[in-house]
Nanobody, 123 residues
C-alpha cells in the first residue's frame, strides 16, 4: 500500500505560478501528476522515474512545468509557471509500484492515487 498526500493547490491569475507537492508513504518506481479539467478526462501531465530521475511531460506543459523529487523524503514536486486558464483542473498525484514497460503518462502505469488538489487559473 502507498498513501499519497498532495498539497499546494490554489487560485492564481494567468501568468502566475504554483508549486504542488506530493508525499508518498514509501518509495515507488514512478511518481506522476495527472490533471482532470472540468468536463474532461484525466490525463497525464508529468512524471518522474524515481530511480534514474528520468522525466516526461505532456506537450501542453513542456517549458512551463517542472517535475522534481526529493528521494530521501519520497516526495515529488510540480513547479507550474506561466499558468494559463486551460490549466484549471483537479491535479492528482499518482504512484506506480510495478516495474513494467509502457507509456510513462498512461494512467495504467500507476496503481495508487492521491485525493487531488484543485488548481484554478483566472484570466
Amino acid at each position: 500500500q502507498v498513501q499519497l498526500v498532495e498539497s499546494g493547490g490554489g487560485s492564481v491569475q494567468a501568468g502566475g505560478s504554483l508549486r504542488l507537492s506530493c508525499v508518498a508513504s514509501r518509495s515507488t518506481y514512478r511518481l506522476g501528476w495527472f490533471h482532470q479539467p472540468p468536463g474532461k478526462e484525466r490525463e497525464g501531465v508529468a512524471t518522474i522515474y524515481t530511480k534514474g530521475g528520468s522525466t516526461y511531460y505532456a506537450d501542453s506543459v513542456k517549458g512551463r512545468f517542472t517535475i522534481s523529487q526529493d528521494k530521501a523524503k519520497n516526495t515529488v514536486y510540480l513547479q507550474m509557471n506561466s499558468l494559463e486558464p486551460e490549466d484549471t483542473a483537479m491535479y492528482y498525484c499518482a504512484a506506480g509500484t510495478i516495474a513494467k514497460l509502457g507509456l510513462p503518462l498512461n494512467s495504467d502505469m500507476y496503481n495508487y492515487w492521491g485525493q487531488g488538489t484543485q488548481v484554478t487559473v483566472s484570466s
